[in-house]
């Protein structure tokens, strides 16, 4: 399915850190994923398949590498939204400035 470009409200620099990502090694790669859960999951598999990290692998290799790709991007995700709970709940918690004015 084919989506019309305005629909994606990226950065350049979201666009630019995926681009650079296809040139990783393997190892630099799964870093990578570690730390930029904001892509999917299939973006990140693509890579295993196409890009500088999926260089001289068997078949077997390849799907080894797209299990620790979703593995670890799982992990990172579960950190994300955890973080996002955290973030949330801060704000929930925090007093407001009407609070704030009620107590002096």
Do not use: C
């Not at 470009?5 to 681009?19: A, D, G, L, M, V």
């Not at 990290?53 to 991007?73: D, T, V």
Request: no cysteine; proline share 4%; hydrophobic share 25%.
């Amino acid at each position: 399915k084919s989506y019309p470009i305005s629909k994606y409200n990226h950065s350049w620099e979201y666009t630019t850190n995926f681009i650079q990502a296809y040139y990783l090694p393997q190892n630099d790669l799964i870093k990578w994923v570690e730390q930029h859960p904001e892509y999917t999951l299939k973006a990140h598999q693509s890579f295993a398949r196409i890009g500088r990290a999926s260089e001289n692998l068997k078949r077997k290799e390849r799907q080894s590498l797209e299990l620790e790709i979703k593995s670890k991007y799982q992990i990172a995700k579960q950190r994300e939204r955890k973080q996002i709970r955290e973030e949330q709940m801060n704000k929930v918690t925090k007093p407001n400035l009407k609070d704030i004015k009620q107590t002096l």
